[in-house]
């Protein structure tokens, strides 16, 4: 079945550093592809999304680009804040979207100190 | 504006009670879910909905069981609590519409059985 596999935390870096949270998949058909964040004590909200191959979903100083060849959708952020410590699912739509379930991955906690 | 309101916050149960999580939402989605969040496992979808009257099956379904009367209002029902079912539950719900993805999410329930 389709499945989600997103790097291990926690990552902690310094304020200002470069981010790349990694995310594979695997999965029949031409899913769509979610980036998720969870903020402490909160439910999750929609990041960023790509639709299909090349595309790139964009959202807050974060992106992801969809890579049908490697089946990646790595997650990156040029320089971040304390503000993004939080929770990071990687998720891909299941059951060909028309019910909009999403198989998430493991999540990836980032620590950002000052 | 209230989005998915969900209730209890907190709950702890004895082994073999019985009780309800409300969901409710203000956003007239068709779709709705109930997910459970255990550590370093993600999200695993339990039960969905479609709308009103229709209900199915998600990953990890035994233990549990849902209805939908109406389009606001999904509640997840737990029979017979058991230490496994130890875990934080998210009700999210989607406008209808392929391949949207974007499920908005409720603060979610953290349930203790003892």
């Given at each position: 079945g389709?499945?989600?596999?997103?790097?291990?935390?926690?990552?902690?870096?310094?304020?200002?550093?470069?981010?790349?949270?990694?995310?594979t998949?695997?999965?029949?058909g031409?899913?769509?592809?979610f980036?998720?964040?969870?903020?402490?004590?909160?439910?999750?909200?929609?990041l960023?999304k790509?639709?299909?191959?090349d595309?790139?979903?964009?959202?807050?100083?974060?992106?992801?680009?969809?890579?049908?060849?490697?089946?990646?959708?790595?997650?990156?952020?040029?320089s971040?804040?304390?503000?993004?410590?939080?929770?990071?699912?990687?998720?891909?739509?299941?059951?060909?979207?028309?019910?909009?379930?999403?198989?998430?991955?493991t999540?990836?906690?980032?620590?950002v100190?000052? | 504006?209230?989005?998915?309101?969900?209730?209890?916050?907190?709950?702890?149960?004895?082994?073999?009670?019985?009780?309800?999580l409300?969901?409710?939402?203000?956003m007239?989605?068709?779709?709705?879910?109930?997910?459970?969040q255990?550590?370093?496992?993600?999200?695993?979808?339990i039960?969905?909905?479609?709308?009103?009257g229709?209900?199915?099956?998600?990953?990890?379904?035994?233990?549990?069981?849902?209805?939908?009367?109406?389009?606001?209002?999904?509640?997840?029902?737990?029979?017979?609590?058991a230490p496994?079912?130890?875990?934080?539950?998210?009700?999210?719900?989607?406008?209808?519409?392929?391949?949207?993805?974007?499920?908005?999410?409720?603060?979610?329930?953290?349930?203790?059985?003892?």
């Open positions: 389709n499945s989600v596999t997103q790097m291990e935390g926690p990552v902690t870096l310094s304020e200002e550093a470069f981010l790349t949270i990694n995310c998949y695997t999965a029949t031409y899913p769509s592809l980036w998720y964040v969870q903020y402490p004590g909160e439910g999750l909200q929609l960023l790509a639709t299909k191959a595309d790139k979903g964009s959202n807050k100083g974060f992106e992801a680009t969809y890579r049908k060849e490697t089946t990646s959708f790595h997650l990156e952020k040029g971040v804040q304390v503000s993004d410590s939080a929770v990071y699912f990687c998720a891909l739509s299941d059951g060909g979207g028309a019910t909009n379930k999403l198989i998430f991955g999540g990836t906690l980032l620590a100190q000052p | 504006n209230a989005g998915v309101t969900q209730t209890p916050k907190f709950r702890i149960l004895k082994i073999g009670q019985s009780m309800t409300q969901c409710t939402q203000d007239n989605h068709n779709y709705m879910y109930w997910y459970r255990d550590p370093g496992m993600g999200l695993k979808l039960y969905y909905s479609v709308g009103a229709i209900t199915d099956k998600g990953e990890v379904p035994n233990g549990y069981n849902v209805s939908r009367s109406t389009t606001e209002d999904f509640p997840l029902r737990l029979e017979l609590a496994s079912q130890t875990s934080v539950y998210f009700c999210a719900s989607s406008p209808p519409g392929e391949g949207t993805g974007e499920l908005f999410f409720g603060e979610g329930s953290r349930l203790t059985v003892l």
